[in-house]
């Protein structure tokens, strides 16, 4: 006769399958809790990527607007249409962003805004058109820092990643 049991051996199966059980869970929790955290970083550097896309592009034809206005001697430029224009996108970057890309973003704003309401006061012995021009010429100046805040909070380098570097044995 063995020393062991008849109930041992069900037991010791009982106790391997719900260890196997518990192992299987927490990698399950593990795996999810790790895919969830990807979908998040993505969703968050998708949203503030587009944020910072449509702010620029508002942007960047609101100045063209304006050199095209300032070229052709035409009328003075409608601040509504501006802040309607520029609004919705400057809302979304202002919940969105860090301080940094929020300030940039503000300042092109503010310089832009300035222009569209005539150019504010200009400075002692300077033509009015000249004072325009000249903040006119700034915006791209002030666009640079909005965009290199957003190249550092999104990560965005100018070079490409490097490569894996695969090693193969040949023995």
Same mark, same amino acid.
């Given at each position: 006769m063995s020393p062991i049991p008849w109930w041992a051996l069900p037991l010791v199966a009982v106790v391997? /399958?719900?260890a196997g059980a518990g192992v /299987?869970?927490?990698v399950q929790a593990r795996t999810d809790y790790a895919r969830s955290r990807y979908r998040r970083t993505k969703r968050w550097y998708t949203e503030r990527k587009s944020a910072?896309?449509?702010l620029m592009s508002v942007f960047e034809r609101v100045v063209y607007r304006l050199r095209a206005g300032n070229f052709a001697g035409g009328r003075e430029p409608d601040p509504m249409i501006y802040l309607e224009e520029v609004g919705p996108a400057l809302a979304q970057v202002r919940l969105? /962003?860090?301080g940094p890309v929020r300030s940039a973003a503000l300042a092109v704003h503010l310089l832009l805004?300035?222009?569209?309401a005539g150019g504010g006061p200009t400075p002692p012995g300077v033509e009015p058109q000249k004072h325009s021009r000249e903040l006119l010429a700034q915006v791209p100046l002030i666009m640079q820092e909005?965009?290199? /805040?957003?190249r550092e909070e999104l990560e965005i380098r100018p070079e &490409? &990643?490097?490569r894996a570097v695969v090693r193969q044995d040949r023995t």
């Open positions: 391997f /399958a719900l /299987a869970l927490l910072y896309v449509d969105l /962003a860090s805004e300035k222009l569209h909005l965009e290199v /805040a957003i &490409p &990643p490097q």
